[in-house]
């Protein structure tokens, strides 16, 4: 499905600012749509909704449905009159330019411990049946996931290979024992998760009525110590005692001698493809359900991945192996119908990734940053873009584009200086007009290229666990002319503003 010719910017919720020490659904959220609408922008991409896991990252969630429990607008609970006022207070610690995540998630997540009693003690009809209704609803993954949390804070630091038999085997007996013991856990879990959804499909539906859809991502992998790994372990490469046989990563390259371990459990395709790939499809459906196009990551894995055997410290001995093909998207479409996909074809990118996403219809990436490394001929570079594309200043993997400057080398910055015809000032806002003016139908800016932000102001740097995902950002750092001049790039370069009008 061929997008739009748009643009947007890319922001994680976990990113805007707010009083309880991460951003979330709350007034900030809405606010940052009305500034988008304001810029001239038609679309918010975001990160995985899914929890974070170690490290912070929301690639590493412990469930591929549920959504972050961080994220719920804690003040929209005190006027429900599940939580007192006073409940608020923010501890020691917690600071607006970026997210102490071991101060925020214990605070956040004892607040919701506390609206939850609330709830049960001064809910009205109305919300104990939209709850119970939610809860019917999403069952088929809501159950699992609340007994995970439930165990996994039942047994802290253990991954459920090495819980109890009974428990990591999902004996019958074992989890309904399991489910009465710890049922005013599964209820904190499950209120958790309504909370969530419903107080994002709120801001959603509010950033439809301003014209602005939401880019959402499904990391191709899941965590093993997760829910799904857990409750499905038929649909993973795992050995007799629930752990990942070979995990998943990408081979040593140009940026990494030893390449990247990433440690994900891999799939059993076949197993999959059985049920016509059912698993996949409901997951889909649930990110459908929440966002409005969907970037896939890793596209490439699916043609083919790097499989690591468990035992190795590094990606280096690894094999490509092959994935599920066209065979999965042809699935997914049978059952959900055209969808609005970019495909993250980054990395390796052989002749058959190329043609297995041109059978998919899907838009591919092309980064800017990366572009001025070689000479005229790197497939990066706007002259050999096509309309069905999307063009990124950077992403939330790269450097900000002032600090990527900053970084580089004599040859880079030489060539970016002739291909831009810039002298290196305002270096973030030449390939922002880069990536507006290009052909592709969609671009995409960073908030921190928008703002200008150093290297202290970046996201993530792959390949490295701690320490990242904790940026955000204050509305101090935004002035007017920011959405004056996004606005006027839409206007120039045929990237219409909401309702089509920059």
């Given at each position: ?39 001239g922008?038609?679309?918010w991409?975001?990160?995985p ?5 170690p490290g ?7 469930s591929?449905?549920?959504g972050n429990e961080?994220?719920?607008d804690?003040?929209?609970?005190v006027?429900a009159?599940?939580l ?7 501890p ?11 101060v ?5 997540l004892s607040?919701?411990r506390?609206?939850a ?19 019917l ?24 290979p090495?819980w109890p ?6 004996d ?17 879990w499950?209120?958790?998760?309504w909370?969530f959804?419903?107080?994002w ?11 602005i ?5 499904v990391?191709?992998f ?12 038929h ?19 140009f ?5 990247q ?5 891999l799939?059993?395709?076949p ?5 016509g ?7 889909v459906r ?14 490439r ?5 790097w499989e690591i ?7 280096v001995r690894?094999s490509?192996v092959?994935g ?5 998207f ?5 059952a ?9 074809d ?31 001929s ?14 990124y200043?950077g992403?939330h ?6 600090g ?10 030489s ?13 973030a806002?030449s ?6 003016a290009?052909v ?8 921190q ?9 970046r ?15 204050t509305?101090?750092?935004v ?11 839409g ?8 309702s089509?009008?920059a």
């Amino acid at each position: 499905m061929r997008l739009p010719r748009a643009s947007g910017v890319l922001l994680h919720p976990t990113s805007l600012p707010g009083p309880h020490g991460s951003g979330d659904c709350g007034a900030a959220a809405y606010h940052f749509v009305d500034w988008l609408a304001a810029a001239g922008q038609q679309l918010w991409q975001i990160l995985p909704l899914t929890g974070v896991g170690p490290g912070h990252s929301p690639y590493t969630s412990r469930s591929a449905f549920a959504g972050n429990e961080l994220l719920i607008d804690l003040d929209a609970l005190v006027r429900a009159g599940w939580l007192d006022a006073a409940d608020l207070t923010p501890p020691a610690g917690v600071t607006d330019g970026h997210a102490v995540f071991d101060v925020v998630v214990p605070f956040r997540l004892s607040r919701l411990r506390l609206a939850a009693a609330g709830f049960n003690r001064r809910a009205d009809a109305a919300a104990r049946a939209d709850f119970e209704a939610f809860c019917l609803t999403e069952s088929d993954w809501l159950e699992d996931y609340a007994l995970f949390m439930a165990l996994a804070d039942a047994h802290p630091g253990v991954e459920w290979p090495d819980w109890p038999a009974a428990l990591a085997g999902r004996d019958r007996l074992a989890l309904a024992a399991a489910r009465l013991r710890y049922a005013d856990d599964l209820h904190v879990w499950r209120f958790g998760q309504w909370v969530f959804d419903r107080q994002w499909a709120a801001l959603r539906r509010y950033a439809l009525g301003r014209g602005i859809r939401v880019v959402g991502d499904v990391p191709i992998f899941v965590s093993a110590h997760s829910a799904d790994v857990w409750a499905h372990p038929h649909l993973f490469d795992l050995d007799a005692a629930g752990r990942p046989r070979v995990v998943a990563g990408v081979p040593p390259d140009f940026f990494s001698a030893t390449g990247q371990r990433w440690g994900n459990p891999l799939y059993r395709w076949p197993v999959h493809a059985v049920d016509g790939y059912a698993w996949w499809v409901a997951r889909v459906r649930r990110t459908f359900a929440l966002v409005d196009v969907v970037r896939i990551d890793h596209f490439r894995g699916f043609a083919a991945h790097w499989e690591i055997p468990a035992d190795e410290p590094t990606a280096v001995r690894g094999s490509w192996v092959p994935g599920p093909g066209v065979a999965l998207f042809h699935a997914l479409q049978a059952a959900l119908g055209p969808m609005p996909v970019i495909a993250e074809d980054l990395g390796v990118i052989t002749p058959d990734v190329e043609a297995l996403r041109r059978a998919c219809g899907y838009p591919g990436m092309r980064i800017l940053q990366s572009a001025f490394q070689g000479d005229a001929s790197d497939r990066f570079l706007p002259h050999h873009y096509e309309p069905e594309s999307v063009v990124y200043t950077g992403t939330h993997d790269n450097n900000t584009v002032v600090g990527w400057w900053s970084e580089a080398g004599d040859h880079e910055r030489s060539f970016a200086r002739r291909y831009l015809a810039t002298d290196g000032h305002e270096i973030a806002w030449s390939l922002i007009r880069a990536a507006a003016a290009s052909v592709a139908d969609t671009a995409i800016y960073p908030l921190q290229d928008v703002l200008e932000l150093p290297a202290v102001s970046r996201m993530n740097l792959p390949g490295q666990a701690d320490g990242w995902w904790t940026w955000r950002f204050t509305w101090g750092q935004v002035e007017p002319w920011h959405a004056e001049r996004l606005a006027e790039f839409g206007r120039l370069y045929g990237r219409p503003g909401p309702s089509g009008a920059a």
